[in-house]
């Protein structure tokens, strides 16, 4: 009867701190799974920017990059020195554009997104290299349309066609500003939000 009473109260605690753990495991669950659907939210916010992962948008890149050659092989056999300037120009822009999105697809379509932890690590991937395009690349392809369009006005100098191009130049140095903004702002803190929630999944592993 006293080795009964004495044995009562370590049973106690032990449903009390199994019922402790228990109610911590579902809290990191509940935590976890509400981080996931918050990602989701984002990457969603964030595809209809940046699309990836559909081969059609790589097709229609790869079909505006052969355009831009075809216009400089023509620019080159009449001879007009625009019609190249802007040629090459759209050559540049429309293929290193297609590459960087074949090489996102690429790199993301290795993992599987059937689990939270692939799907966590894909968009993980993805936001890395969008933020290196914004960061680079882009401001190299401002840089190329705007050194294009000052050349064309330089040689052939239109009242009319020099405000076009300024206000053209003036809008590409609003998106830049936009872009950096948005890596501040949206793609750094869900790359952030990416590295939480995978940390959170393996320790729950």
Known sequence: MYANESQKPENNDDLQKL?????HND????KAGQMILDIKK???????IFPS???SVDLVL??????????????IEIGDTNKIIFAVADMIFWSLLAVRQIIVDINTSRFNENNERGYCRKQLERIRLQIMYIRYLSP??????????????????RVWWALFYCCCIGLGVYMEILN????KEKLL?????????????????
Do not use: C, H
């Not at 809290?27 to 509940?30: F, P």
């Not at 984002?42 to 209809?48: A, G």
């Open 19 to 23: 019922w402790q753990q228990s109610i």
């Open 27 to 30: 809290s990191i669950k509940l």
């Open 42 to 48: 984002e990457v969603q916010r964030i595809e209809y």
């Open 53 to 55: 992962g559909k081969w």
């Open 62 to 75: 790869i079909f505006m990059a052969v355009r831009g050659t075809v216009r400089l092989f023509n620019g």
């Open 140 to 157: 190299f392809l401002t840089t190329i349309l705007t050194l294009a369009l000052l050349l064309s006005m330089w040689l052939d100098f």
């Open 180 to 183: 950096q903004s948005l890596v």
């Open 189 to 205: 803190p869900l790359r952030n939000k990416l590295e939480s929630a995978l940390q959170q999944l393996n320790e729950k592993a």
